[in-house]
């Protein structure tokens, strides 16, 4: 898939699961309002049913007439004193609203319509609510001026809503953190699979290009030795022989290193442990490499401080790693490399730091270079030649070894790599001597 439609399939499902989380938002803000007023509906029957009760009590005043307060109100005769009375009024509006599933903390008023005046009711602090809350009943007659209205005030009302809405919110909650966790998740996955896409190709590019060299050059010696007027010269016979040796070497060496790769990625290499020397092995490698250095006018420093250097491990592998490091040590310094390689022992080990003063690397591009393949990006260009494998495989053998590799950097101050390889193997063999 090309990067523009790769980045607007992402951006169109970002906005398809954004859709989405606002719909579900909308949905809960509807929900609310949907309890709100099933929550009033139910607040309203049970004023109804209280005042029902109330207007069936039958005051002295009007039990001449042998009717309750809602037979003289059809009469037009209701005494508001008469019929509604704190006592009463406090015990049903109580009993109603536990019968109805509403009996969360509320207070209650009756309010004088003409004189904005609470008569009265139990309602704490929340007299002003009272006369704005949505909850009321009229205690006048139908069809007389209001004038007695009952009123209830519930402080925690979206509390209450939003208790009942609890267990859906809760669903919804943990089926959109399911959605945006899967969607992350594919987008990082593909994410990381383009770009290891990206790395294969370019090493194989890269491959190509760097097996392509030697092959001319053989070929181009080969056929200088086939040319008559060199074949009797033994001088020049010996240069083509040389140069082909040479370059055959070459790629043998980066052929063992592709193949290299395939074998860590099947985990199928194994290690001939033997006890060495760490500072002989160091000291061998130095005395070819610093020829290379030599040759860049640069220079290459020993400090060998590590009292004890005998440690079990695979000195060709081992050797591999450290070729590695000085290897990349020479090659991205681009002025006259100033190297120095230093042991020191740890805890229960030894430590092989590669230092130099060359280009360094920034911290975003430390986190990667140990990946397999990744290679700091410059651009189109790569001026320096290599596979991106030296890293992750020197990685791998030191964890095989039960090591570690660490980086210090900083762009264009330099790197230290630090190798750590434990002596336990050591301490291991001498137990199983001892048995
Ligand atoms: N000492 C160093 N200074 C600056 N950059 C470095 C250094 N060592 C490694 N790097 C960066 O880390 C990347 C990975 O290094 P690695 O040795 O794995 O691969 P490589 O050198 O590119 O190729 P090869 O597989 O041939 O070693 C390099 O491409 C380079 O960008
Ligand atoms: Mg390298």
Same mark, same amino acid.
């Given at each position: 898939?090309?990067?523009?439609?790769?980045?607007?399939?992402?951006?169109?499902?970002?906005?398809?699961?954004?859709?989405?989380?606002?719909?579900?938002?909308?949905?809960?803000?509807?929900?609310?309002?949907?309890?709100?007023?099933?929550?009033?509906?139910?607040?309203?029957?049970?004023?109804?049913?209280?005042?029902?009760?109330?207007?069936?009590?039958?005051?002295?005043?009007?039990?001449?007439?042998?009717?309750?307060?809602?037979?003289?109100?059809?009469?037009?005769?209701?005494?508001?004193?008469?019929?509604?009375?704190?006592?009463? #009024?406090?015990? &049903? +509006?109580?009993?109603?609203?536990?019968? *109805?599933?509403?009996?969360?903390? !509320?207070? =209650?008023? @009756? /309010?004088?319509?003409?004189?904005?005046?609470?008569?009265?009711?139990?309602?704490?602090?929340?007299?002003?609510?009272?006369?704005?809350?949505?909850?009321?009943?009229?205690?006048?007659?139908?069809?007389?001026?209001?004038?007695?209205?009952?009123?209830?005030?519930?402080?925690?009302?979206?509390?209450?809503?939003?208790?009942?809405? #609890?267990?859906? &919110? +809760?669903?919804?909650?943990?089926?959109? *953190?399911?959605?945006?966790?899967? !969607?992350? =998740?594919? @987008? /990082?996955?593909?994410?990381?699979?383009?770009?290891?896409?990206?790395?294969?190709?370019?090493?194989?590019?890269?491959?190509?290009?760097?097996?392509?060299?030697?092959?001319?050059?053989?070929?181009?010696?080969?056929?200088?030795?086939?040319?008559?007027?060199?074949?009797?010269?033994?001088?020049?016979?010996?240069?083509?022989?040389?140069?082909?040796?040479?370059?055959?070497?070459?790629?043998?060496?980066?052929?063992?290193?592709?193949?290299?790769?395939?074998?860590?990625?099947?985990?199928?290499?194994?290690?001939?442990?033997?006890?060495?020397?760490?500072?002989?092995?160091?000291?061998?490698?130095?005395?070819?490499?610093?020829?290379?250095?030599?040759?860049?006018?640069?220079?290459?420093?020993?400090?060998?401080?590590?009292?004890?250097?005998?440690?079990?491990?695979?000195?060709?592998?081992?050797?591999?790693?450290?070729?590695?490091?000085?290897?990349?040590?020479?090659?991205?310094?681009?002025?006259?490399?100033?190297?120095?390689?230093?042991?020191?022992?740890?805890?229960?080990?030894?430590?092989?730091?590669?230092?130099?003063?060359?280009?360094?690397?920034?911290?975003?591009?430390?986190?990667?270079?140990?990946?397999?393949?990744?290679?700091?990006?410059?651009?189109?260009?790569?001026?320096?030649?290599?596979?991106?494998?030296?890293?992750?495989?020197?990685?791998?053998?030191?964890?095989?070894?039960?090591?570690?590799?660490?980086?210090?950097?900083?762009?264009?101050?330099?790197?230290?790599?630090?190798?750590?390889?434990?002596?336990?193997?050591?301490?291991?063999?001498?137990?199983?001597?001892?048995?």
């Amino acid at each position: 898939m090309d990067k523009k439609r790769f980045n607007l399939v992402i951006i169109l499902t970002s906005a398809a699961l954004l859709g989405i989380i606002l719909m579900q938002a909308y949905w809960v803000m509807d929900a609310f309002k949907l309890k709100e007023s099933q929550f009033e509906h139910r607040v309203k029957l049970a004023l109804k049913s209280v005042v029902d009760e109330m207007m069936l009590t039958q005051p002295d005043s009007i039990r001449e007439n042998n009717s309750g307060c809602g037979m003289s109100c059809e009469s037009g005769m209701i005494v508001f004193d008469d019929c509604v009375k704190p006592r009463v #009024l406090d015990s &049903l +509006i109580n009993l109603e609203f536990k019968q *109805l599933d509403v009996d969360r903390a !509320f207070y =209650y008023g @009756v /309010i004088n319509k003409t004189s904005h005046q609470i008569s009265f009711g139990n309602y704490g602090n929340y007299g002003e609510q009272l006369f704005t809350s949505v909850h009321s009943i009229s205690l006048s007659c139908l069809y007389r001026p209001e004038i007695h209205v009952l009123v209830v005030y519930f402080p925690d009302q979206s509390l209450i809503i939003w208790n009942e809405l #609890l267990g859906w &919110l +809760i669903i919804s909650a943990i089926l959109l *953190l399911l959605l945006i966790g899967g !969607f992350s =998740y594919s @987008v /990082i996955s593909l994410m990381k699979q383009k770009k290891l896409g990206e790395m294969k190709s370019d090493f194989v590019n890269n491959m190509t290009h760097e097996f392509k060299t030697p092959i001319s050059t053989i070929s181009l010696a080969s056929e200088m030795l086939l040319n008559p007027s060199v074949a009797g010269d033994i001088e020049k016979t010996h240069r083509y022989a040389n140069i082909i040796q040479s370059e055959n070497a070459r790629l043998r060496k980066q052929v063992e290193q592709v193949l290299q790769i395939a074998v860590l990625d099947k985990g199928e290499f194994s290690l001939k442990q033997r006890q060495i020397d760490v500072h002989k092995v160091i000291e061998h490698l130095i005395k070819n490499f610093s020829i290379v250095v030599k040759k860049r006018r640069g220079e290459i420093k020993m400090e060998l401080s590590a009292k004890n250097s005998i440690i079990v491990a695979d000195k060709d592998h081992l050797s591999n790693v450290i070729m590695n490091l000085l290897d990349n040590a020479e090659k991205y310094s681009h002025c006259a490399p100033l190297i120095t390689v230093r042991t020191w022992n740890a805890e229960k080990g030894i430590v092989i730091g590669v230092e130099d003063q060359g280009i360094g690397i920034s911290p975003e591009n430390q986190k990667q270079i140990f990946k397999n393949l990744y290679r700091v990006p410059t651009g189109n260009v790569h001026n320096v030649k290599g596979f991106g494998i030296g890293l992750y495989y020197s990685k791998t053998i030191v964890e095989a070894h039960k090591g570690t590799i660490t980086l210090q950097s900083e762009p264009k101050q330099g790197s230290r790599f630090e190798v750590y390889l434990p002596f336990y193997q050591i301490e291991s063999d001498e137990q199983e001597r001892q048995k």
